[in-house]
């Protein structure tokens, strides 16, 4: 009886101490709900948009401003890679040429990923407001949403904090801004909690005499590889977007959505890279049913080249060789001047700038 009792001490001592450590992580890692609203900044004396106006809209994973002089231990398909963080002089620059693009484009509506804010591996700085700081005083309104955070993150290569968010930023009035939490990787509850929790970030934007224009900024998973995550997070978006378009409200949605485009992308890869995608691509649904730049007609022309917006950092792989990021436009709104901006972008970050000029209905 005394060695089954403490073994029956033991055995609860070992269960509370489990649940305290649960607790702790829970309690130092990001737990976002299902839909949550989330802070926004617009003055009152920022414009409202107008039907019929034409508005430019940036689109652009800036890779945390770390540039393009290091090759990251997750960008080789080893995970081998030498680098875990990029050097505070690296940092500054970067911001600068972000800032020289956005100067130089003038768009009205700049969607942003992978923007870091708390992470050691940039230094703990707030990179939205340093780079909203630097930018015309008419980007007053702006949200951000966090998809990564955690107080400190146990990873052999990073063993420290991490924050990683989405942003929008305009030149026109934001009335409202939700955070919808895109589905996770399925992994044990303690990775879960450690693990990025990807989202799409909702900002609205008051038209005149018209219901709002809804803006969509995401960045989905990469890394998903046997799961059918890819899968339900394209199904998530397109069920937000159904949504939006019976509410009657315009919309647009942009981001780094991490998957090739059907048609030839696939077999373009070097073989090596082809790890990170399904030969039958899951964008396929969501590409079909909305209008998209770059197009379908654009990505598989013989322009294609010209719509590549990833550079990996992969030194095997000399320059831009796929299409992963991609604007979506509702039917009502008429498209216009539309490119990625490749030829002075390519050092400032693994993905290149997406732009498009969209018109707002009448």
């Not at 005149?208 to 224009?213: F, I, P, S, T, V």
């Amino acid at each position: 009886m005394k060695l089954s009792n403490a073994l029956s001490r033991a055995g609860i001592t070992i269960t509370l101490a489990v649940l305290a450590f649960m607790v702790i992580v829970h309690d130092s890692t990001f737990q976002p709900a299902p839909r949550q609203g989330e802070g926004f900044v617009s003055p009152l004396s920022a414009p409202r948009l107008k039907p019929g106006q034409k508005i430019k809209i940036l689109s652009w994973n800036i890779q945390y401003m770390a540039g393009k002089n290091r090759v990251f231990f997750y960008d080789v398909p080893d995970g081998n890679g030498p680098d875990e963080r990029p050097s505070s002089k690296e940092i500054k620059t970067t911001r600068g040429e972000i800032k020289r693009i956005i100067d130089a484009e003038n768009p009205d509506i700049i969607l942003i990923q992978e923007i870091d804010e708390g992470s050691k591996r940039t230094d703990y700085e707030n990179q939205l407001a340093l780079l909203l700081g630097m930018l015309p005083k008419e980007y007053s309104s702006y949200s951000s949403a966090f998809y990564h955070k955690a107080a400190f993150l146990p990873h052999p290569r990073i063993r420290g904090s991490v924050g990683l968010k989405l942003a929008v930023i305009s030149k026109y009035r934001i009335t409202g801004a939700v955070r919808h939490q895109l589905p996770v990787i399925p992994d044990n509850l303690l990775v879960k909690q450690f693990n990025f929790k990807r989202c799409v970030l909702e900002v609205r934007m008051p038209v005149e005499g018209r219901k709002d224009l809804a803006v969509f900024d995401t960045h989905l998973d990469a890394f998903a590889q046997g799961s059918d995550t890819m899968k339900r997070q394209v199904e998530f978006v397109m069920d937000i977007l159904d949504r939006t378009t019976k509410a009657g409200h315009d919309w647009v949605i942009g981001g780094d959505f991490n998957l090739l485009p059907p048609g030839k992308a696939y077999e373009r890869l070097p073989e090596s890279h082809r790890v990170y995608f399904n030969e039958k691509t899951e964008l396929a649904p969501l590409i079909i049913k909305y209008r998209s730049v770059p197009g379908l007609a654009e990505l598989n022309g013989p322009d294609y080249r010209k719509w590549f917006t990833h550079y990996p950092n992969d030194p095997s792989i000399q320059g831009p060789d796929r299409t992963i990021d991609y604007l979506f436009f509702s039917d009502a709104m008429e498209l216009r001047g539309h490119y990625v901006r490749q030829a002075d972008t390519l050092k400032i970050s693994d993905h290149l700038p997406l732009v498009a000029e969209i018109i707002i209905p009448l």
